[in-house]
């Protein structure tokens, strides 16, 4: 039963779930934490992160990628493919059904919200100013950044000094914590393509009260965008040969 697939799967539930959930309690209308702002949200994240890292190591997956651009920057970095799609899979459909148990969480929630942009937010990421072009450069930014600090920290210079291998999801989910303060304001950070793709197609199929479209048309940007930052940071971390 633990298996890295299973781990992929259980982590990036978790991840979901937390982290779509602080937005759920920031934007829902009569929620304890509505209107309570950006810096919420990210600090949410950041410990969804931090979570969903320890469950996926729990749960049978010890590298605990829970993002397919992760594990596309280590498949560029080794050669090897193999866990690429099955991977993907797993962490696509514990997002899906992340944001499933958050749309259950806070039932009562999405009839009292009249906006369909706030409960898609919850879900999916969005600009905050539409163009494509640069929303996608954004996210190729930020999901570079991503991958390339995380090598740092779990690379062999910085674990010669410290800190302890338990510490890493902790650094990691700070991380995340500055991305979304520096660099999220753009288009929302998602610099994960399964945390964008997994809740927007939950969007689509669930029967969210009073929802409106999935904005399928700006959707490839937080899944193709993260790939390709990825894929530069797996580059350049190989040639670095941290």
């Given amino acids: ?21 602080v937005v759920a ?60 799609f099955p991977f993907f899979l797993a962490q696509t459909c514990g997002a899906f059904l992340g944001a499933t148990l958050v749309w259950i969480h806070y039932l009562p929630h999405w ?6 942009t706030a409960k898609l937010a919850v879900f999916s990421t969005s600009p905050a ?24 920290i779990f690379s062999k210079g910085v674990s010669t000094l410290g800190p302890a291998a338990a510490l890493g999801p902790f650094l990691v989910g700070s991380l995340v914590w500055g991305i979304g303060l520096s660099l999220g304001g753009t288009t929302g950070y998602a610099i994960n393509p399964a945390r964008d793709l997994g809740p927007r197609i939950a969007h689509t199929i669930l029967p969210i009260a009073g929802k409106g479209r999935s904005d399928w048309g700006y959707s490839y940007i937080p899944v193709f965008g993260p790939l390709v930052g990825g894929a530069l940071a797996g580059l350049f971390v190989k040639f670095l040969a941290f």
């Fill in 1 to 21: 039963m633990l298996t890295p697939w299973f781990g992929e799967f259980m982590g990036t539930l978790v991840l979901i779930l937390l982290g779509n959930g």
């Fill in 129 to 152: 100013i539409r163009s494509p072009g640069s929303n996608f450069v954004s996210e190729v930014i930020g999901t570079f950044v991503l991958v390339f600090v995380v090598s740092a």
């Fill in 111 to 116: 009839r009292e919200t009249p906006e369909p």
């Fill in 25 to 84: 309690g920031a934007l829902l209308k009569k929620s304890k934490a509505e209107n309570s702002g950006w810096l919420v949200i990210t600090a949410g994240w950041a410990f969804a992160v931090m979570c969903g890292v320890f469950t996926a190591i729990a749960c049978g997956s010890p590298e605990a990628h829970i993002n397919p651009a992760v594990t596309l920057a280590l498949a560029v970095k080794t050669g090897n493919y193999s866990h690429f």
